[in-house]
């Protein structure tokens, strides 16, 4: 009996393994994300998602969170399920199935990124500006970047690049950089406001000549909540 199992587990080959990570912030008013330069082959030179091969006795947020330390040094951020991408030409050098995650990083908590393990470049690029891709990474960056811009419909998703405090303005401008598209501000702070999800810090700042604009705060940042 042991022969025969022994027999069957070995009769199909199996696929490698990888996680890829589509991490977004807002910089200059431009949404972007972060990418490492390959120093090894395949597509040695190129920009790509930070990521990397799961090992035999990790799972997978750990990898991903794991790769993205390794190639990028930013660690401790919330990671989420994006999509499986397992086309069979994907990956050059074999059969590869990578789960994709995205995570988002507050304008006030930009990490400063440095390269390690295999990339030799790091750096954020606007998403409306990419370099190209490795692998199938564009097709990973264009969906991650939908899932994005759909949850704003139905969640509080954008607050979760916001600072601590933040003004009105900030906050449109953080879903205009999202849809790139310039948002009615009368309409815009009308649906936000009356969707009770934010409330006033008691605060109020000057920018410039401007009237001193009133500063409000997520009522609950520690998680995305989905809009009723």
Not at 20 to 45: E, M
Not at 59 to 81: P, V
Not at 128 to 156: G, W
Request: hydrophobic fraction near 40%.
């Amino acid at each position: 009996m042991r022969a025969a199992e022994e027999t069957f587990s070995y009769r199909y080959p199996h696929p490698a393994v990888t996680t890829d990570v589509v991490v977004f912030t807002i910089r200059d008013g431009r949404l972007s994300i972060l990418l490492v330069k390959r120093a090894n082959a395949p597509y040695q030179g190129n920009w790509a998602l930070p990521g990397g091969f799961l090992d035999i006795d990790e799972d997978l947020d750990t990898c991903a969170a794991r790769e993205l330390q390794e190639e990028t040094g930013i660690s401790g951020l919330y990671l989420e399920q994006l999509y499986t991408f397992g086309t069979t030409d994907r990956d050059p050098r074999e059969r590869v199935i990578s789960v994709t995650y995205y995570a988002l990083i507050p304008q006030d908590a930009l990490a400063v990124p440095r390269a390690a393990s295999d990339a030799s470049a790091v750096g954020w690029h606007d998403v409306e500006r990419l370099p190209a891709l490795a692998f199938d990474h564009a097709q990973i960056v264009t969906m991650a970047h939908r899932r994005l811009v759909a949850k704003l419909n139905y969640s509080t998703i954008a607050l979760q690049f916001m600072p601590e405090a933040f003004t009105l303005s900030e906050l449109q401008c953080v879903y205009e950089a999202l849809l790139n598209q310039t948002l009615d501000k009368r309409n815009f702070r009308k649906r936000i406001l009356a969707l009770d999800l934010i409330e006033e810090t008691g605060r109020q700042r000057r920018t410039g000549k401007h009237r001193p604009a009133r500063e409000y705060r997520a009522r609950h940042p520690e998680r995305v909540e989905i809009i009723k």
